[in-house]
């Protein structure tokens, strides 16, 4: 760390001290950084993709099966760009299972359903890339997809590449089933190659479940990586990919990513401040965001949270260093992650069911040093405190709610 002054980050892990001096430091270019850390940082994927989280829709979460034609392909599109969902980043339109007919065509291609997709995906793609947005589309590294609608692309990674990139798709959703038994280690490098010599930049997402620990081999191979299995619309689901997504938080750098799985947000099953939980936690944790919910018609208080640029920017903050559990205590928790500009994001979490919490937020846990004054910015309230903060910040937040919060030293400190 020769000759960079790291000041109120100290107290960090090492590659995180890395990203904080040279972003601090790059513009005067002063930071010679030579640290294990950054060859750890620097092993990604070369496709360009995936600098901060994707963001997006997919199909899956609120249609199942269902959710792949044309009909409500295009109009999700065109609600995305109505709604002003496109506008705050979600750029990714995404089939998931269930899009292909049955069997190969005769040439061994895959080949779209011919009643829920008559124009073909070429045509799709054409229109979603219309409307300024990308086209996702969906296979499996099996022989079958976990639906067992339509045929995986194991032992067809080339053809399949080369037909996703004549096609103009734009990111690769990759699942697990039906395998064969065949390693991850084999299957996911496979279908990377062949990705990468297709001819046009496709996101690779590995949707491996987590079962082989993939952030640890992911970032070689894909821009993200699944951590857990499938998220459902509850609480309770929600709060455990949360959890396991969070203990691979080292892994997470610009180029590939952690992901807990799709947002359940709008789709019924949760109240709207678990909701809120919801999203605060995947964007402090640099997850995916990719909205699973029917964005044709969302209530005001779903589009509310989706579209909230404040915590948007935190997801997408060009740092891109996931944040973290720093405190439990009880059902009381304190998350934390640096942001560009010597900023915090923290989030104070009620995880009880029925009792208010007071929560403390302490410098000496989320890497401030101590008599660090700060300003707050309440990311849900929209709204700068009056109260300058300085060693903590204590709030009482409601049962199964969260607060979250910027904090920016105030000028006199970074001098
Ligand atoms: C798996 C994936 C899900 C979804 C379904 C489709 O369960 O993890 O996200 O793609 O398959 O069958």
Redesign the pocket.
């Known amino acids: 760390m020769e000759g960079c002054r790291v000041r109120p980050w100290t107290r960090l892990p090492a590659p995180l001290l890395v990203a904080l001096a040279c972003a601090a430091a790059a513009a005067v270019g002063e930071c010679r950084v030579v640290h294990v850390g950054e060859a750890h940082r620097r092993s990604m994927l070369a496709n360009g993709l995936g600098a901060t989280p994707p963001m997006g829709w997919n199909s899956?979460n609120h249609f199942g099966c269902d959710g792949n034609g044309e009909v409500v392909i295009r109009e999700t599109a065109d609600a995305l760009v109505s709604t002003g969902l496109a506008a705050v980043g979600y750029k990714y339109v995404n089939l998931?299972?269930c899009w292909a007919e049955p069997e190969r065509d005769a040439k061994g291609n895959l080949a779209a359903n011919k009643k829920t997709l008559p124009h073909g995906i070429k045509a799709l793609a054409d229109y979603v890339h219309s409307k300024g947005l990308k086209l996702g589309i969906?296979s499996d590294a099996g022989y079958k997809?976990?639906?067992k609608a339509q045929p995986g692309s194991l032992g067809h990674e080339e053809q399949d590449a080369k037909t996703f990139a004549s096609w103009g798709i734009d990111y690769l959703?990759y699942?697990n089933?039906n395998n064969g038994d065949t390693k991850p280690l084999q299957r996911y490098p496979d279908m990377s190659k062949a990705l990468m010599q297709a001819g046009r930049p496709i996101f690779f997402n590995l949707?491996e479940?987590g079962d082989m620990h993939p952030a640890r081999w992911g970032a070689a191979y894909g821009n993200s990586w699944?951590t857990t299995n499938?998220i459902e619309d509850t609480w309770n689901s929600m709060m455990s990919r949360a959890d396991q997504n969070e203990v691979w938080a080292e892994y997470a750098r610009p180029g590939g990513w952690n992901d807990p799985?799709?947002l359940e947000v709008g789709n019924g099953g949760m109240t709207n401040d678990e909701y809120i939980v919801h999203f605060s936690i995947w964007a402090i944790s640099k997850a995916p965001l990719i909205i699973g919910c029917d964005v044709r018609h969302m209530s005001q208080d779903t589009y509310d949270i989706l579209a909230n640029k404040e915590v948007i920017a935190v997801n997408q903050d060009p740092l891109g260093i996931q944040g973290k559990k720093v405190r439990m205590e009880g059902s009381s928790e304190i998350w934390a992650g640096p942001l560009t500009g010597y900023r915090t994001a923290v989030l104070l979490l009620n995880r009880h069911d029925k009792d208010e919490a007071q929560i403390t937020a302490h410098w000496d846990d989320i890497g401030l040093p101590a008599g660090t004054a700060v300003e707050a910015r309440d990311l849900w309230m929209h709204k700068t405190l009056d109260t300058k903060f300085t060693d903590k910040m204590s709030f009482n937040v409601t049962p199964h709610a969260a607060r979250m919060f910027m904090l920016t030293p105030l000028k006199s400190q970074m001098d």
């Open positions: 899956w998931d299972d969906y997809t976990c639906a959703k699942d089933c949707c479940w699944r499938d799985d799709m």
